[in-house]
């Protein structure tokens, strides 16, 4: 891949490639759960953008949103961001979404939100280790049934977004400043683990992660066992992937509920992976005060 090439797009032969794109990056049967091409351009004419990627002619990614509100409870919605299966995990996905937040500071807008899944550890890790997005509120089955593989077979529990595009915070997580110390570093700090997993099977080929509850403790440091790969776990035990979305959600609730805030996706030595919580105030974080000092 050459130099990607990140611009607004409006015509309705590209807008027909996002269409594609989110057929392929959600891996769709078929086209009943894509965006339809006419909905796409009444947003781009009506206040939206939608940002397509490019290597030389070919659009491989794009995201899209739209901004909601007025004054000082304005933010921006940034709905879907997609990459062709084939560029995945080619870093397309971020660059797209700091294109986003360049266009969307061009607008006055300091918040873009969006939803994600919780569950999903690179989900997790890209939002909010790496965007410095940060996890407030917790959304029960928000979207009902989905008919993709990704998503099909589990309730879709979603956390709200909030990207807080103008802080030093957020521009401490972009470049680099703020990282999520490793698991044990956070344990030997007083971090407590709130979820546990054990792991069932004879080699790594065969083995699954199963979630193990534990009593909730108000430590000011939290970490949440999320498995490697839930659409794996799915594929091989519904039942323990449903559990794993039972005991996530009933975690995350009650420590939202109780002020805490997520912010961080780590691993341990065993390189199995954990969202982190911590007990702060929203002003706080928000001016990029090393946590982990």
């Known amino acids: 891949m050459e130099e990607l090439i990140i611009r607004k797009i409006k015509d309705v032969n590209e807008l027909e490639n996002v269409v594609e794109i989110e057929k392929s990056a959600w891996a769709m049967p078929d086209y009943r759960e894509t965006t339809p091409v006419h909905m796409l351009k009444a947003l781009v004419e009506n206040g939206g953008i939608i940002l397509?990627?490019?290597?030389?002619?070919?659009?491989?990614?794009?995201?899209?949103?739209?901004?909601?509100?007025?004054?000082?409870?304005?933010?921006?919605?940034?709905?879907m961001t997609g990459v062709l299966e084939e560029y995945k995990y080619k870093n397309v996905g971020y660059k797209l979404k700091i294109k986003q937040r360049e266009e969307v500071l061009k607008l006055g807008i300091n918040l873009i939100k969006w939803t994600f899944d919780p569950l999903q550890s690179l989900n997790l890790n890209f939002n909010l280790e790496k965007l410095g997005a940060i996890g407030r509120i917790y959304k029960e089955n928000y979207y009902g049934n989905i008919r993709d593989s990704i998503n099909e077979g589990l309730e879709t529990d979603r956390f709200e977004a909030e990207w807080y595009i103008s802080s030093k915070y957020v521009t401490d997580k972009i470049e680099g400043k703020i990282k999520t110390p490793p698991a044990e570093e956070l344990i030997r700090k007083g971090g407590y683990i709130a979820l546990d997993r054990k792991i069932k099977g004879e080699n790594k080929e065969s083995y699954i992660e199963t979630p193990i509850k534990k009593e909730f403790s108000l430590d000011k440091v939290i970490l949440i066992s999320i498995p490697a790969n839930i659409s794996s776990i799915k594929n091989i035990d519904k039942e323990t992937a449903k559990k794993w979305r039972l005991y996530t959600r009933e975690a995350y609730k009650f420590y939202l509920s109780k002020g805490y805030i997520a912010v961080g996706y780590t691993r341990n030595k065993e390189n199995y992976g954990y969202v982190v919580l911590i007990k702060s105030e929203l002003e706080d974080l928000l001016k990029g005060v090393n946590l982990w000092s």
């Open 52 to 79: 397509g990627a490019f290597d030389k002619n070919n659009m491989i990614g794009f995201n899209m949103g739209w901004s909601v509100g007025c004054n000082e409870s304005r933010y921006f919605y940034s709905h």
